[in-house]
Every structure is written in structure tokens, then in C-alpha cells.
């Protein structure tokens, strides 16, 4: 267990974040490049040739800057379920032939899933609802749509994607399962690299403050090296 995913440290975030002093902590500390340290660390990873899947590519932003880092021999599976920010998707990176865009989700189970779209801007938001119970939309939210969800190893191993070296997962706290379904591709001679956003507050939300610590012991025990490269972003490796 990591100091991250302690669960003293886990309770004092959340406090913080109902106080509302989260923030200022980060800025106190020298915490101003949220996601830019996770951009540097995760991206030195890529090689030239690489297959990365990038799982929760929203509108692109990601998929555009790994698409020039695997170069022409490489390729980018872009994941993203939202039928508000697909579109979008394929408008920012459909001139790039190294692209290949999935409208899906990424799970541990198949078949349908429910999911809240986000309400702001850029729908970064949006989120698959892992409870069955009837879920209303919030005000963060937009409305709720079903989605298609596949396992990630069912993916790769019905053809449908090319196994990837390198993975990026984005998806709003259902990080814990989107790895469950990528677990037969946790071995040596798969998955290289995963670069995983850790949605502390969704999880505390949702009753779930073990998952941090969940996520970090089934990297472990597959033979990743795991860091937290800032607040919420593991970068896992294992040796070449």
C-alpha cells in the first residue's frame, strides 16, 4: 500500500474536499501541474510502433498527442461511449490513419451499461453508473443513455482491436473494473505501460475508498512497477 492509497490519507482527502481546502493544500505544496506531470511521465513511455488504447478518449485531446508519438507503424484505439463526445472525436483525429475509434465502453462485463452525460463543456464528466438502482441525473449531469460495454481482453481476443502495448484509462471511477477487464492481458509479454486516473472523489462518493488500494495491489501482484506520478495518476510499468 502506497501512501496514497492509505486510508488515513484517503479520509483526510475527503475532508479536505467538503471543506472545500483541497486546492489551496495543492498549491501550498507546489502542486501546480495536475495532469501536465501525468502528460510527461505517461508519454515518455510510448514508443514508436506502439498500439495504445486509450480508454475514456472524451473529445481527443490525448488521442491526438499519443497518435503522433506511436508514429505511422504505430496505432491508437480510441475508446469513448458518449454519443455527445464521439462525434467529436472522430472530428478532432478521423484525418489520422494511425486512429481506430471504438463506441464503447470499457468493463468487466458484457452487454449494456447505463451512463450519466456529463453537463459541462467538454463532457468530461460523463461517467458509466456502476449501481443498479435507479440513478437521477444531478445537476453535473445531462441525462442518462445506454451504452455498449465490453471486457477489454474480450476485446482484444475477438480481433476487434489489436492488443495493446500501452494503455490509458480515463472513465470517471469505473477504473477499478475497466482493469478487472484487462487482466488476462496483465502478463508479461502484454500490456507494457498503463496510465490510470484515480477518481478519488467519485469513489469516496459511492462508498468505495478501497479501490486506490485495490488498483495499486492487482498492478503489483501482475509485476508493475507503480507510481503516483501526481495526486490522482498512476503510471504502472513493468521492465522491457
Not at 491526438?64 to 472522430?90: D, H, M, Q, W, Y
Not at 481482453?153 to 502495448?165: D, I, K, N
Request: glycine share 10%.
Amino acid at each position: 500500500m502506497s501512501l496514497r492509497s492509505n486510508p488515513i490519507v484517503i479520509r483526510l482527502r475527503s475532508i479536505g474536499r467538503t471543506l472545500g481546502i483541497n486546492p489551496l493544500i495543492a498549491r501550498v505544496i507546489g502542486d501546480k501541474t495536475y495532469e501536465a506531470r501525468f502528460d510527461e511521465a505517461f508519454l515518455a513511455e510510448i514508443r514508436d510502433g506502439d498500439c495504445v488504447w486509450d480508454v475514456g478518449a472524451n473529445r481527443g485531446i490525448y488521442t491526438e498527442s499519443i497518435a503522433g508519438r506511436v508514429g505511422t507503424s504505430g496505432k491508437v484505439v480510441a475508446f469513448e461511449p458518449s454519443p455527445a463526445n464521439f462525434p467529436a472525436l472522430k472530428a478532432r483525429c478521423g484525418a489520422r490513419g494511425n486512429v481506430q475509434f471504438m463506441q464503447m465502453a470499457l468493463g468487466n462485463s458484457e452487454g449494456v451499461a447505463r451512463m450519466a452525460l456529463g453537463a459541462d463543456d467538454l463532457g468530461a464528466t460523463s461517467r458509466i453508473m456502476t449501481s443498479e438502482a435507479p440513478a437521477a441525473a444531478s445537476g453535473s449531469d445531462a441525462g442518462l443513455v445506454e451504452v455498449p460495454i465490453r471486457a477489454g481482453a474480450s476485446v482484444a481476443t475477438s480481433g476487434q482491436a489489436p492488443s495493446p502495448q500501452v494503455v490509458k484509462i480515463d472513465v470517471e471511477g469505473h477504473e477499478l473494473n475497466c482493469l478487472l477487464g484487462l487482466e488476462p492481458l496483465l502478463r508479461p509479454d502484454g500490456i507494457r505501460v498503463l496510465g490510470i486516473e484515480v477518481h478519488f472523489g467519485l469513489l469516496s462518493a459511492r462508498g468505495e475508498p478501497d479501490t486506490p488500494r485495490r488498483i495499486e495491489s492487482i498492478l503489483s501482484k501482475a509485476g508493475y512497477t507503480v507510481r503516483w506520478v501526481d495526486a490522482s495518476h498512476i503510471v504502472a510499468t513493468r521492465a522491457a
